[in-house]
């Protein structure tokens, strides 16, 4: 038996490394030269980041309204790509549904840090000030929101909902 398996080892053996051989060049593949085009991709041309998963995860979770999962993905997201505003406003939105607002405010300040004070953050930081109760800095916030960008209507309902809420705080003496 040996005497069989190891002439046909040693004939598989050549016949897998004869495409190995140094010095010569690959078969041609069959190709159109014509309608391929050779791409390289440069470091500033990644179309792929380390932190598009967790960071997409994170959206889902969020959007679902599993906001602790949410949160863990949006941490991974901004370890990954610490300059993403998009994950650093995920996390600090995350923060806020679960009642973290000292970490929210974090998270808030580095979104700020890379993208400025866009209209989203504003937004955003303006509800954190209203689930907390803290209702003259959430109209400082949607007003300045509102001066940005007049006509998104996340802002106008935000700023509707802030009016309305006035009915609830007070009482009867």
């Keep these: 038996m040996a005497r069989v398996t190891l002439p046909l080892t040693a004939t598989l053996a050549a016949f897998l490394l004869a495409g190995c051989l140094p010095g010569e060049d690959p078969p041609a593949a069959n190709v159109d030269a014509e309608r391929t085009t ?34 863990r993905y949006f941490q991974d997201a901004v370890e990954k790509a610490p300059k993403d505003p998009k994950a650093w406003v995920g996390l600090a939105a995350s923060y806020d549904h679960l009642r973290r607002f000292d970490l929210a405010d974090r998270a808030y300040r580095e979104a700020i840090k890379l993208s400025g004070p866009t209209t989203q953050i504003l937004n955003n930081q303006g509800y954190s000030y209203m689930l907390r109760g803290k209702l003259i800095l959430a109209r400082e916030k949607f007003t300045e929101a509102f001066q940005l960008d007049p006509d998104n209507p996340t802002i106008q309902n935000n700023i509707n909902l802030l009016n309305s809420s006035y009915k609830f705080i007070q009482r009867e003496p």
């Design 38 to 71: 050779l791409s390289i991709q440069r470091p500033g041309d990644v179309n792929y980041y380390p932190s598009d998963e967790p960071l997409r995860l994170g959206q889902e979770f969020f959007n679902r309204g599993i906001y602790g999962t949410a949160q």
